[in-house]
């Protein structure tokens, strides 16, 4: 039973869209009306500046760490804490009361991993840089390397089957992705068009 409220608590944590708050009391704008409409850092700083992006990174940050380490301080195993982030990530994605319209769920993820395992995020933090020297495009650079993240937790015997919800994890991020994906894919690999 507690693993459930634990659950369900992350979920509703992911709903505070630090976003929306801060494009509110920097701009007073609605933040979903702005930019491309998404309610996470990289808009939050499209219409308020770089303040509004750290602001809004710090605080999507926050919730992924804070849910991890109430799973921690409740001495949970480290299959529901990725649960819990699984949980925080998606209530910050698909937040109920902003119909299911949130953010793309990096800062959430990181501020989660900065608690979970600072190692696995060193290495994020690295291979994303060394990406983006090649590639030249940060958030094609970040997801790249995000894909790569469970077979680096995999060499730090973390078992499979926490490779498997690490997986579901970054699955989940790179659905919220798919267009920018998609724009990357079409701008670099289609042929004759």
């Keep these: 039973m507690a693993f459930l409220a634990y659950l369900v608590f992350c979920y509703i944590l992911g709903w505070a ?3 929306y708050f801060v494009v509110r009391f920097l701009a007073n704008k609605d933040i979903r009306l702005q930019g491309s409409g998404n309610i ?10 770089v303040k509004g992006f750290i602001l809004t990174s710090l ?8 849910a991890v380490g109430i799973g921690l301080s409740l001495e949970f195993p ?11 990530v998606a209530g910050h994605i ?3 009361p902003f119909g299911f319209r949130g953010g793309k769920g990096v800062a959430t993820f990181m501020g989660g991993l900065l608690v979970y395992n600072q190692l696995g995020l060193l290495f994020l933090v690295v291979i994303t840089g060394l990406l ?6 940060f958030t094609i650079a970040g997801l790249v390397a995000l894909s790569v993240w469970p077979v680096f937790e995999l ?10 919800i690490k997986l579901v994890l970054i699955l989940i991020i790179l659905w919220a992705h798919r267009v920018n ?3 990357y894919y079409e701008k670099h690999f289609r042929v004759g068009e």
């Design 17 to 19: 869209m630090t976003g």
């Design 40 to 49: 996470g850092a990289l808009n939050s700083g499209r219409v308020t500046g």
């Design 59 to 66: 605080g999507d940050s926050l919730k992924g760490g804070v």
């Design 78 to 88: 480290q299959w529901v804490l990725l649960f819990g982030l699984i949980s925080v």
């Design 94 to 96: 698909w937040p109920l």
């Design 132 to 137: 983006y020297l090649l590639l030249r495009e």
């Design 155 to 164: 060499f730090q015997e973390s078992g499979w089957n926490l490779l498997i």
């Design 181 to 183: 994906i998609k724009q």
